[in-house]
């Protein structure tokens, strides 16, 4: 069982920065892959970035490849999400998840947090 909080959110300027942390409850984070999604309103939730628990691969949705990084502390059971150059259309809330298969997909995923909400406005 892994247990995620997600925090950082807020509301941002167009064009700002803010960084999102998710922690993990659990011995065996570093055996999962994590990820990150979004869900703005009135919309699916969507893939947004995800890394594998070796650290080795990231991957991210073209609309936000550039602008975020994805990175993970696997000693503080933690996992990073920097954005920058932050645009009104980035406004959803971002839910953390871990996955031990191999796809990155809001069905793959095992565990999800609660979420956190970003607003960036114009």
């Known amino acids: 069982q892994v247990q995620l909080v997600e925090s950082g959110g807020g509301l941002v300027q167009a064009g700002g920065s803010l960084r999102l942390s998710c922690a993990a409850s659990?011995?065996?984070?570093?055996?999962?892959?994590m990820g990150w999604f979004r869900q703005a309103p009135g919309k699916e939730r969507v893939f947004v970035a995800a890394i594998s628990w070796s650290l080795i691969s990231t991957y991210y949705a073209d609309s936000v490849e550039g602008r975020f990084t994805i990175s993970r502390d696997n000693a503080k059971n933690t996992v990073y999400l920097q954005m920058n150059s932050l645009k009104p259309e980035d406004t959803a809330v971002y839910y953390c998840a871990a996955t031990r298969g191999p796809y990155y997909t809001v069905d793959g995923m095992d565990y999800w947090g609660k979420g956190t909400l970003v607003t960036v406005s114009s």
């Open positions: 659990g011995r065996t984070f570093s055996s999962y892959a």
